[in-house]
């Protein structure tokens, strides 16, 4: 089983930072240490509001991940304005999220299946222009076959349900993980890379890094917020153990 990737989201750095409106913490240096500390990428939300992360820390990024050979995952509303962010900057990856003002954070799937005449020119623009596009879908086989349909090469399967029901000692959890690992399953069939993350732990990394399809996990919120007690870099160190692990216990 091939080595997974581990994407860190810096975000919630530039959260910190904003409820204060200072220059610091920078989560500009937060995604180099992240680097230094075994992350494969950097992933950063440009929200249409730009709650946290700012059109210049997405300049920044964009140069220092290029300096170290590194991707920049840039996730993304299906909007003109991001659209064209997106083309001036043609980072590694971008990702199309579905986004609310009102939401606290992304609370579901991307719905290509209703936006497919939407969502389907921007997946094109973007993967002309060498990006490679992302969807972040829910677990559904038709939202699967949708972003196969739409052009997309990889889809990000939103764990955030799993996640809850978990750290809720919720009975569906294992219908969920099953869910999550069909539908990775039918994405690799359909020639898709497969992505995962949303409120993914300590506690719910192994059961999703051990779906055999699953190439890239996308992690953030916890990390920084674990980064508290213990330091960003030993919070990355532990995560990239315990996703190491699962792949090592599942392939034995």
């Known amino acids: 089983m091939s080595r997974l990737r581990l994407g860190v989201n810096i975000d919630h750095v530039a959260t910190v930072r904003n409820a204060r409106g200072e ?56 909007t003109p304005e991001m659209e064209a962010i997106a083309l001036a900057h043609r980072p590694h990856a971008a990702c199309l999220v579905p986004e609310r003002r009102e939401e606290v954070t992304t609370e579901g799937g991307l719905d290509v299946v209703r936006g497919r005449n ?36 990889v889809v990000e399967l939103h764990t955030g349900a799993y996640c809850q029901a978990v750290r809720e000692r919720k009975p569906q959890a294992e219908a969920l993980l099953k869910g999550l690992a069909a539908a990775a399953e039918r994405a690799a069939d359909l020639g898709l890379e497969v992505h995962a993350g949303h409120g993914i732990d300590y506690e719910t990394v192994k059961p999703i890094a051990a779906i055999p399809q699953v190439a890239e996990l996308n992690i953030g919120h916890f990390l920084i917020g674990e980064a508290i007690f213990i330091g960003l870099g030993p919070a990355i160190q532990r995560m990239r153990a315990l996703m190491d692990e699962a792949r090592v216990t599942r392939a034995a």
Not at 68 to 75: C, T, V
Not at 124 to 147: C, E, N, P, T
């Open 23 to 78: 220059g610091y913490p920078d989560p500009v240096r937060a995604a180099e240490m992240a680097l230094a500390a075994g992350a494969d990428g950097i992933t950063a939300h440009l929200r249409e509001d730009r709650r946290h992360i700012s059109d210049a820390d997405i300049d920044a990024l964009a140069v220092i991940c290029r300096r170290r050979g590194r991707p920049l995952n840039f996730e993304c509303a299906v």
């Open 118 to 153: 939407a969502i389907a020119p921007v997946v094109r623009r973007m993967a002309d222009a060498g990006i490679r596009v992302s969807l972040f879908i829910d677990a559904d086989d038709a939202q699967v076959q949708a972003a196969q349909a739409v052009g997309a090469q």
